[in-house]
């Protein structure tokens, strides 16, 4: 997400030169996935009953990215007997993300002579950049210039997020590995 806001403003006049140039931008971003893997209350053999030959591999994996940049430019330039020249400028970003990526077996059967893997991953990242520019000029018999920036960045990955692989309740005869990775 690009943002951008930028303003100038000019004032000249014989006797008194105002000018106000006030710049914002904003960027806001969210997101919210669910990824999810499961097995659930159901049996995982071959038709005879034998041990199946085959892996049961559950791979659950996000991978959310916000690239963010707000910026915000302003200018003013005052003249006159009497200049005044005032200028502002802000930028805000905040983002966030938040997933819930699971991975589960829950209340079944396995029969396997292969491996067991059930696995979870998120790789959630944020890039937040702001930038903020204010220049006030004047001039004159009484020149002022007042300039401000003002910039604010917020990058939430909260704790509401939830990376999970497991196993629970069943029953699992597996002949090779058991792996369970969040």
Do not use: C
Request: hydrophobic share 50%.
């Amino acid at each position: 997400t690009v943002a951008g806001a930028a303003s100038i403003a000019a004032a000249l006049g014989g006797k008194a030169g105002v000018a106000v140039s006030v710049g914002g931008a904003l960027a806001s971003n969210e997101i919210h996935n669910k990824v999810e893997t499961t097995i659930s209350g159901s049996d995982v053999m071959t038709r005879t009953g034998n041990i199946s030959p085959g892996d049961i591999i559950l791979d659950a994996k996000t991978a959310a990215a916000i690239d963010a940049i707000s910026a915000a430019a302003s200018v003013s330039l005052a003249g006159g007997l009497v200049g005044v020249g005032v200028s502002g400028a802000g930028a805000l970003s905040k983002n966030e993300i938040n997933n819930q990526t699971l991975s589960h077996i829950v209340d079944s059967t396995i029969a396997i002579a292969g491996n067991l893997k059930v696995t979870a991953e998120d790789t959630a990242k944020i890039d937040g950049k702001i930038i903020a520019a204010s220049v006030a000029a004047a001039g004159g018999a009484v020149g002022v210039g007042v300039a401000l920036g003002l910039s604010y960045v917020e990058n939430i990955i909260p704790a509401t997020a939830l990376t999970q692989a497991k196993i629970s309740g069943g029953q699992f005869t597996v002949g090779g590995s058991v792996t369970v990775d969040a």
